[in-house]
């Protein structure tokens, strides 16, 4: 009775069937043929489900169709599988590394091995102490600027011809603008200048060194930023018209009540090398948030540094030799074994940056605006990962240095060449006067980027999905194999030939 029942439903020929209640009926061909090849085998009626009873004439190929990887294919297969692939690729052939690492070379981790000169730090404390005071300066050269502002406001509504008075400030102001450029320009470089030679005379340790360095050049911006910016409102201020009009933003702090010591104090600790008289903020701190964000900088911080001393020293120490002897293929090699690690080296200290730093920054300093990066990972060109990855810095050329230049008519790829040999220069003081070699590498390889901007530009003007994955592709390679990596090969080879290894493990 239960073979009765079931009954064959993918097939042409009425089959009889009974119903549970024993009443018989048929599957008509129209109905068989509308039924799918999964269906075939398996139908379901109400109460219970229907079995066919020719098991090997299913219709399996009743449709057309294509293989999902084929151009012809409907359906966009996904890829996710292949790149859990990938990824796990990735972990177990670095796991090896590590393995292979620790087999060869053993812990090289020592915290007392490094030459940590106590001339160095007590330098570089000085250093660091003592760079900011030029912001102060610059403050009281901007607070004698402002009052002769003032005074000069106060003539013009008093006089009678203020045509004629207002012409004769204006004269007044360029050449009192030439002395307040002559005295922040001295202050600037001197700020710049001092610096440079304690580090490169007398702070031995590179890492010591880099920071005095670093922060030098950010007080310089800083110092440049707040000269130019208040100049251009001193201007407006004494000159009036639409075209001089400000941003709404900064009614609220006008010129020159924005020229006092709890302003420029706010600019210095600020997460950003734009000077505003106003910025947007926050209404309070989260100190939960602060706390994370120092965390993960720390946790990073001693990641950075306990790669570099494993992974990326070892491979340094082994390239001296085939360096030296102009052996361009294990150059190569090692390049391309370096850049697996720089780059994580990298990865890391952006993110401990940018993300961390900055962020744990901009929360004590309730500094709203906190886009310091967007997603450079996903450029398909070199002019856009040089415009998205480092926003304070990119806003202070543009604001600076581009944006002036195209007003005074120059072209944007003459203001564009002008801005990258100025980082150029910056690029190679931080580099290279820690390290005490000035051989031009850095200088070098910014204003090579030149050149891939203007290849990698009609790949951005495309903007589609291939041409996207060609421009990424390129960016990576050149920036994973050609830029630090090689870079950081050439300075530690310097750096050796001049003075041997940094670290006592060495003796």
């Not at 087999?103 to 250093?127: A, T």
């Not at 580090?199 to 920071?211: M, N």
């Not at 965390?295 to 990326?312: D, G, M």
């Not at 850095?442 to 994955?469: N, S």
């Amino acid at each position: 009775m239960a073979s009765l029942i079931e009954t064959a439903v993918s097939t042409s020929v009425d089959v009889p069937s009974i119903d549970i209640n024993g009443h018989s009926k048929s599957t008509s061909s129209s109905k068989a043929a509308k039924t799918s090849p999964a269906e075939s085998l398996t139908t379901k009626t109400p109460g219970r489900s229907v079995r066919s009873k020719y098991r090997h004439i299913a219709a399996y190929h009743s449709e057309l169709r294509t293989s999902c990887l084929s151009r012809d294919s409907t359906v966009n297969p996904s890829f996710i599988g292949f790149r859990n692939l990938m990824v796990i690729v990735l972990i177990v052939m670095n796991l090896r590394l590590i393995v292979e690492n620790f087999m060869k070379y053993g812990v090289l981790i020592c915290i007392k091995c490094h030459d940590y000169r106590r001339n160095d730090v007590f330098l570089g404390s000085i250093l660091f102490a003592l760079v900011p005071c030029h912001l102060f300066v610059a403050y009281i050269i901007e607070l004698a600027a402002a009052q002769q502002a003032k005074g000069a406001v106060g003539r013009t509504k008093k006089s009678h011809d203020q045509a004629a008075e207002s012409e004769k400030e204006r004269r007044a102001f360029q050449s009192t603008w030439r002395l307040i450029a002559f005295a922040h320009t001295v202050n600037a470089t001197l700020c710049l200048v001092v610096t440079n030679f304690v580090v490169y005379y007398y702070i031995h340790h590179p890492g010591i060194g880099t920071i005095c360095e670093f922060h030098a050049i950010i007080v310089w911006l800083k110092n440049c930023s707040y000269a130019f910016t208040n100049r251009d409102l001193r201007h407006s201020m004494l000159h009036p018209s639409e075209q001089s009009k400000i941003p709404e933003i900064y009614s609220t702090c006008p010129y020159p009540k924005n020229v006092t010591v709890g302003n420029l104090t706010y600019f210095w600790l600020a997460p950003t090398l734009v000077y505003q008289p106003v910025y947007p903020r926050t209404p309070r701190i989260r100190w939960s948030f602060v706390g994370k964000r120092l965390v993960e900088f720390v946790v990073l911080s001693v990641f950075i540094w306990l790669t570099s001393a494993q992974y990326a020293a070892p491979v340094l120490r082994n390239s001296l030799e085939k360096i030296a002897v102009l052996d361009f293929t294990s150059i190569v090699e090692r390049i391309m074994k370096l850049s697996t690690i720089s780059l994580v080296i990298w990865l890391a200290g952006f993110f401990a940056l940018f993300q961390s730093f900055l962020n744990a920054l901009a929360e004590v300093m309730r500094f709203g605006d906190r886009e310091f990066y967007s997603d450079w990972w996903n450029s398909w060109s070199v002019g856009m990962y040089w415009r998205s990855w480092n926003k304070p810095v990119y806003l202070f050329m543009k604001r600076h240095i581009f944006s002036p230049l195209v007003g005074r008519g120059w072209s944007p790829f003459a203001a564009s060449a002008m801005v990258f040999l100025f980082s150029a220069i910056l690029h190679e003081l931080l580099v290279g006067i820690p390290t005490h070699n000035l051989i031009g590498v850095a200088f070098a390889g910014m204003l090579l980027q030149l050149p891939l901007i203007t290849v990698t530009l009609p790949l951005e003007k495309r903007d589609d999905p291939t041409t996207r994955i060609i421009g990424n592709s390129v960016f990576w390679v050149s920036f994973c194999l050609v830029g630090q990596p090689l870079g950081a090969l050439l300075y530690f080879f310097a750096w050796q030939a001049k003075y041997g290894s940094v670290s006592k493990l060495e003796n």
